[in-house]
């Protein structure tokens, strides 16, 4: 395990996905239920590499919340250029996270990375979310 020292942040290593690839990892977050309750769980992430750039996305659609691979480290388009959202049909920017086409009311959300030699450096954590 890793740390981002001046954020006081745990980090974990992630390997590189190659071009057009995605590789998911495990991201501890938090939820807060309609009843106020916080629910501690473990969500995923995922990795993605297009035109030779480097972007972590929580593997969590902003229409409704589910996970975009529909079968496990699927993200992009058959074509390649874009992310999808295998439950509705939403089309995102790979570099941006910009939602380009779908019911998505906002982009993909970001995950900071910090690239070390041929792996990758991610939180083990991410900020909670209303559910
Ligand atoms: S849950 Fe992703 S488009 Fe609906």
Request: aromatic share 6%.
């Amino acid at each position: 395990m890793a740390e981002d020292v001046e954020n006081q942040i745990a980090l974990q290593r992630v390997e590189r996905p190659g071009e057009g690839q995605a590789v998911c990892f495990d991201l501890k977050s938090t939820i807060r239920l309609s009843t106020g309750t916080i629910v501690e769980i473990t969500e995923q992430g995922f990795l993605a590499c297009y035109q030779g750039q480097l972007r972590a996305w929580r593997n969590h659609c902003p229409h409704a919340g589910s996970p975009l691979d529909w079968n496990p480290g699927q993200f992009f388009s058959d074509d390649g250029t874009q992310l999808v959202c295998h439950t509705h049909g939403a089309l995102f920017d790979p570099l941006s996270g910009d939602c380009l086409a779908g019911p998505c009311p906002r982009g993909l959300f970001p995950i900071e990375l910090r690239e070390e030699g041929c792996s990758v450096l991610v939180p083990e954590s991410a900020p909670g979310v209303e559910a």
